[in-house]
T-cell receptor
Framework: DAKTTQPTSMDCAEGRAANLPCNHSTISGNEYVYWYRQIHSQGPQYIIHGLKNNETNEMASLIITEDRKSSTLILPHATLRDTAVYYCIVRGNRRNNAGNMLTFGGGTRLMVKP | GAVVSQHPSWVICKSGTSVKIECRSLDFQATTMFWYRQFPKQSLMLMATSNEGSKATYEQGVEKDKFLINHASLTLSTLTVTSAHPEDSSFYIC?????????????FGPGTRLTVL
């Protein structure tokens, strides 16, 4: 799996958009970008994933650059409950591939402040 | 979304005893489950991949005889920490792959905090 690079920590004001960057310059053509987050003392929570098109769901938006070497997770209106460690992970997505493991890096610790 | 449960949520045991942790997929079938371990202020580290009806695959450095994994059904995997010692104290998290979903997505349990005295 391709390695990702994320800032160690970020702050965001409550109600503002939180933009979390991720670099994955060695991503291969069949690898997807996944985002998970982990609130303190809980298991990771799936947020969103994408291949090359921008994606949006009820939690967040994912913007992937045209060359796919980086992406940005956007939380449009951050709340205090969004304070967590956000992990950007690159992996394959073949349904019959048992090797599609998730490898967690250090992630970005997002602190949403009132 | 899919729900994965773990039991117990926390456990305290004496050194030398064995502890069993259960991981269940509540509303989907999971032929593959994963076990992770997380020490304080560190990221999740994959311990092993649990496959229904077959032996688990362990990551390098993880003792298979110490961390026994059983995946007897499509909704249940168990991790038994045998002869636990204080250095085994950690946050153990399981995840399950929802193979019935359109995308191969893993859903995580809430974790089990193990403290060995």
């Amino acid at each position: 799996d391709a390695k990702t690079t994320q800032p160690t920590s970020m702050d965001c004001a409550e109600g503002r958009a939180a933009n979390l960057p991720c670099n994955h310059s060695t991503i291969s053509g069949n690898e997807y970008v996944y985002w998970y987050r982990q609130i303190h003392s809980q298991g990771p929570q799936y947020i969103i994933h994408g291949l090359k098109n921008n994606e949006t769901n009820e939690m967040a938006s994912l913007i992937i650059t045209e060359d796919r070497k980086s992406s940005t997770l956007i939380l449009p209106h951050a709340t205090l409950r969004d304070t967590a460690v956000y992990y950007c992970i690159v992996r394959g997505n073949r349904r019959n591939n048992a090797g599609n493991m998730l490898t967690f890096g250090g992630g970005t610790r997002l602190m949403v402040k009132p | 979304g899919a729900v994965v449960s773990q039991h117990p949520s926390w456990v305290i045991c004496k050194s030398g005893t064995s502890v069993k942790i259960e991981c269940r997929s509540l509303d989907f079938q999971a032929t593959t489950m994963f076990w992770y371990r997380q020490f304080p202020k560190q990221s999740l580290m994959l311990m092993a991949t649990s496959n229904e009806g077959s032996k688990a695959t362990y990551e390098q450095g993880v003792e298979k005889d110490k961390f026994l994994i059983n995946h007897a059904s499509l909704t249940l995997s168990t991790l038994t920490v045998t002869s636990a010692h204080p250095e085994d104290s950690s946050f153990y998290i399981c995840s399950a792959r929802d193979m019935g979903a359109r995308w191969d997505t893993q859903y995580f349990g809430p974790g089990t905090r193990l403290t060995v005295l």
